[in-house]
């Protein structure tokens, strides 16, 4: 890994408030007392250091070394998101003449960029597999396209993967910052940048004074080698390594089989996995009125809830959990693989941290791979 | 002879009664266990009874008592066995295809208090050796004294060791050894703060909800899971948007229905992915419901719960004069 | 067009309004702009999603034919939220329109062919503009012929059509229902039955057939029973849709979206699919 600038933790810090001067910079931040860790708004992050009783060093701290509870696909894709207002118009002289009026959502004319700093790499591909799903196509989500065209990923590799981490099963690794505009290794107090892409150039050449000068680079990219190795230790490997489009075609096959009932059977269908997941897209749209006016919004769904395909004629096409769960799995490892070349799982392990019945995705894809070597036995 | 063993003995005398069991098995997780659902005889070995066991495996018996057809064993702690007689008192389940397993408790573990305590880190490996905790995230280890971080609900346990209503009762060697605390000292702490104060709280903590409905799908008592009108687009008696207000709509709703039916398992606040401290709503609404009907929740099987009886006159509310 | 929104619908005006049944409407819309009602043009089986702003957005089948310019036709059975408040509307109001969406049928392939025709209840909708087209361009296809079938007499969709196909020489059409009444002296019998007692050669035939699931796979049993090849049988699918572009991920069928890579599938490509399409 070739390095190219380095900058002191102190400087990081110095240069984000300096970014943030005109841009927005979102940071992973975790409130000690609350005990939650999440992406925060840094001009955010700033005020509740600011109103925080104790001294604030021991309440809100910047950890990108730990999860963050929800992934920060809703920085782009919000929960809840206006898709147009619409107003129906009454005219007094001609009481029967109604028009109708539809305002679609004001674009931000915003000069700075959204940018995420402390991203895991898994975080960075999930953001770049929602850019695909919704970017692909002759018909554009330009909802997430306008926010996601301005911003920019900076990701830091992790040096320690927790036990539940399995990105390199998925395509990714620890240090994979092929979908981050800046990719920074921690070493030596400090951080190394070992990507820069053309969009962010700026954000380096013009923010020099943060940036140490006569670096020994060969020094730094030595440790970061023996970083790199010891965080490959330490990811698990639950199933053999398989091409995708053999985990694909395995996925094929278990479609009919009873391995399903058997893998579900502990899931209570709710959404928890599916609204934590980097890669999860699914959404519901809902028009809401009140009197003459109203709106038309969408908002994040899952796919494990039993009305998700129910059609008004009361037919549903999948009534079983464990028509939903297969469905799940096989969206992530088979179909979007079809359609995007690409698994739709990153392997950040939140799913089986959230699960209040300690469902494993991990389990399942193994479960379903050992089924089928033993069925062709 | 360990309160496990035991319990794997007592299963496998009774295993040829039962068409399927619902027991706890291990967990590849950090203090987490796994509900496991066993059929044969052979597969009993991969039981277990520890203080992972947290979860409330009542949650799923109103389900299987719909596809089940023989009789359905469940391993159940003495608290979860109020579930099952709640809902028997409900009418919802029959008493007799159930055969309630209780092993003697000796507490279980809180893994989201012990998550709390690191500061939200993430917890890699544990180790528990007598009351010593042996904890490790990424960026420090901990020594703790298990007995701190026990479930609320075990700090004001009456039924460890002599639950009210079982099939099977397994004497546990070991007893619950942890100081008690006042059962509603938290919700007494809330009411001594203004209505404002009350108010900036429960909108902090509704600010996190995401609508996931974990809380809903895995209470034992709220059997309709997932035909809830509130996800429903027809009729429409709720907005999908996701934000404090709905989440806050939404958790009223859920502890109306639950009102003098809940029997505070606390799996609620277990499941929610947010950590919204849904038990406090559930305890307070315990609190009331026990001193307006003396009613407590789970006792017998043949006492009717408040709002599914109907009384001309309410013992203790006065209502005003009519005349 | 770039900065397109593709979740922005347009806005049309009923025309005209024809009761087709007691349960389906049919509802002709002109799309207000002059200038994207100039420039709509669309190919038959494909879709557009109509919604009446306040109660939600559904998907149907343009209906009508794709040479004519006058109007949009589309028919609405009365089933849930919108379908009803559609069902409510009289001439002179507005809804959205987002067209055309989904792909369609490949006529320029089924081109020197046999057409039959299969259709149940409202599922005679998504084969009108096929059928208008094809009568329209008759030289390039043989023999067309349908079997429209439903629960009673007054249920038939498109009642006068089909008699004009009766009337005209180019089409052979056969009405079924599905149980004996008064006054019908045409067949009686569930579709698939009349289907297999028809025994329509499967030389050189496509068949294509729409309706609800169930006649669907029963028909679709009979056509192979008859000898009709896999990709010489097409049909029309139905999921609850939402986004209509392929991006909330809700009308999946396997890896193939509704909404994109269908409504329209060949048998060929259902068989394709791990996932059970009824």
């Not at chain 1, 923010?207 to 698990?236: C, H, L, Q, V, W």
């Amino acid at each position: 890994m070739r390095v190219i600038e380095y900058i002191s933790k102190e400087n990081t810090k110095n240069w984000l408030e300096k970014l943030d001067a005109k841009n927005d910079v979102f940071l992973p931040v975790q409130d000690l007392q609350e005990a939650r860790i999440g992406f925060l708004d840094y001009k955010e992050f700033k005020k509740l250091v600011q109103q925080s009783k104790e001294s604030p060093e021991k309440r809100y701290v910047i950890n990108h070394r730990e999860k963050t509870a929800l992934s920060p696909k809703y920085i782009f894709f919000p929960e809840t998101e206006k898709l147009f207002d619409f107003e129906y118009l009454k005219d007094i002289e001609n009481p029967e003449k109604v028009e109708l009026r539809l305002g679609a959502a004001e674009k931000t004319e915003s000069s700075g960029r959204i940018i995420l700093f402390g991203l895991k790499p898994c975080d960075a591909e999930g953001i770049s597999r929602l850019d695909r799903v919704f970017g692909e196509g002759d018909k554009k989500d330009n909802y997430y396209m306008e926010k996601r065209k301005n911003s920019l990923l900076i990701s830091i590799g992790c040096n320690t993967p927790f036990p539940d981490c399995f990105c390199t099963l998925v395509g990714g690794s620890p240090f994979n910052f092929e979908n981050a505009d800046i990719g920074m290794v921690e070493v030596n107090d400090g951080y190394a940048i070992v990507k820069i892409s053309d969009d962010a150039k700026d954000l380096i050449s013009e923010n020099r004074e943060y940036f140490d000068k006569d670096i020994d680079k060969t020094a730094i990219e030595e440790e970061i080698e023996k970083i790199i190795k010891s965080s490959a230790e330490k990811i698990g490997h639950t199933w053999e390594d398989l091409p995708r489009e053999e985990i694909s075609k395995i996925m094929d096959e278990s479609i009919g089989s009873g391995i399903w009932d058997q893998i579900t059977k502990k899931c209570i269908s709710c959404g928890a996995c599916t609204y934590v997941c980097p890669t999860c897209y699914c959404f519901n749209i809902r028009d809401e009125q009140k009197g003459l006016q109203g709106q038309r919004y969408r908002s994040w769904d899952y796919c494990m809830n039993s009305y998700y395909t129910l059609e008004a004629s009361g037919h549903n096409p999948r009534p079983d959990k464990s028509l939903r769960y297969r469905n799940k799995v096989n969206c992530k490892y088979n179909y979007n693989i079809k359609r995007h070349g690409h698994i739709y799982c990153v392997g950040c392990g939140r799913c089986i941290e959230v699960c209040p019945v300690s469902m494993d995705i991990r389990e399942a894809v193994k479960t379903v791979i050992d089924n089928r070597q033993q069925a062709s036995d | 002879m360990t309160i496990e063993n035991k319990l794997k003995e007592k299963i496998d005398e009774i295993m040829g009664d039962l068409e399927l069991l619902v027991g706890y098995s291990p967990s590849a997780l950090p203090l987490k266990v796994n509900p496991a659902f066993i059929e044969k005889k052979e597969e009993t070995g991969s039981l277990v009874f520890n203080k992972m066991c947290i979860n409330n495996l009542a949650s799923y018996i109103y389900d299987l008592s719909k596809s089940v057809k023989g009789t359905i064993g469940i391993v159940l702690k003495p608290c979860d066995t109020r579930s099952i007689i709640q809902l028997a008192s409900e009418e919802l389940i029959d008493l007799k295809k159930i055969k309630m397993i209780v092993p003697g408790c000796s507490g279980v573990l809180d893994y989201k208090k012990i998550q709390k305590h690191v500061g939200g880190e993430k917890i890699i490996s544990c180790k528990l050796d007598g009351e010593s905790l042996a904890i490790e995230t990424i960026s420090q280890k901990h020594e703790l004294k298990a007995g701190d971080f026990y479930a609320d609900k075990c700090y004001w346990c009456q039924v460890h060791d002599n639950p009210a209503h079982f099939d099977e009762f397994i004497e546990n060697d070991q007893k619950l050894d942890i100081e008690p605390r006042e059962k509603y000292a938290d919700i007494d702490a809330i009411e001594g703060k203004s209505i404002d104060e009350i108010m900036q709280y429960w909108d902090e903590q509704f600010s996190n909800c995401i609508r996931c409905y974990a809380c809903r799908n895995i209470c034992p008592l709220e059997i309709c899971r997932d035909r809830c009108i509130t996800n429903l687009d027809e009729p429409y008696w709720q907005s999908q948007r996701i934000n404090t207000e709905e989440g806050k709509f939404f958790q009223l709703i859920r502890v109306l229905h639950l009102a003098g039916r809940c029997t505070e398992c606390g799996e609620c606040e277990r499941a929610c992915p947010r950590d919204i401290p849904l038990s406090k709503l559930m305890k307070k609404s315990a609190q009331i419901t026990e001193k307006l009907f003396e009613y407590k929740t789970g006792e017998e099987p043949d006492k009717k719960p408040p709002f599914l009886t109907f009384k001309d006159v309410e013992k203790n509310i006065k209502e005003e004069n009519l005349s | 067009m770039k900065d397109e929104n593709s979740y922005l619908p347009e806005i049309a005006t009923v025309k005209k309004i024809i009761k087709e049944t007691p349960a389906i409407v049919s509802l002709q819309l002109v799309i207000d702009d002059e200038e994207k009602r100039n420039d709509f043009s669309f190919e038959p089986g494909q879709v557009g999603q109509l919604s009446v702003f306040g109660f939600g957005e559904s998907t149907f089948v343009i209906n009508s034919s794709p040479s004519n310019k006058d109007h949009l036709q589309f028919s609405i059975m009365k089933a849930g939220v919108n379908t009803t408040a559609l069902h409510n509307l009289t001439e002179g109001e507005k809804v959205g329109l987002r067209a055309p969406l989904g792909n369609w049928f490949p006529y320029q392939k089924m081109e020197g062919k046999n057409i039959i025709f299969i259709g149940g209840g409202i599922g005679l909708a998504p084969l009108r503009p096929l059928i208008m087209y094809m009568l329209e361009n008759k030289d390039k296809y043989k023999d067309l012929t349908l079997l429209a079938a439903a629960k009673t007499p007054d249920d038939f969709c498109f009642a006068t059509d089909i008699e004009t196909w009766e009337k005209s020489k180019d089409m052979k059409v056969i009405m079924t229902i599905d149980t004996a009444c008064d006054m019908w002296g045409k067949e009686v019998g569930l579709c698939p039955n009349v289907l297999e007692s028809m025994k329509p050669s499967p030389e050189n035939t496509i068949a294509i057939t729409c309706g609800p699931p169930i006649m669907i796979k029963y028909t679709l049993e009979v056509l192979l029973k008859l000898g009709f090849a896999e990709d010489m049988i097409y049909t029309t699918l139905e999921r609850r849709m939402k986004c209509g572009i392929g991006k909330c991920g809700r009308c999946n069928i396997g890896d193939k979206f509704v909404c994109v890579d269908g409504p329209v599938f060949s048998l060929k490509e259902l068989n394709q699919i791990p996932e059970p399409f009824m």
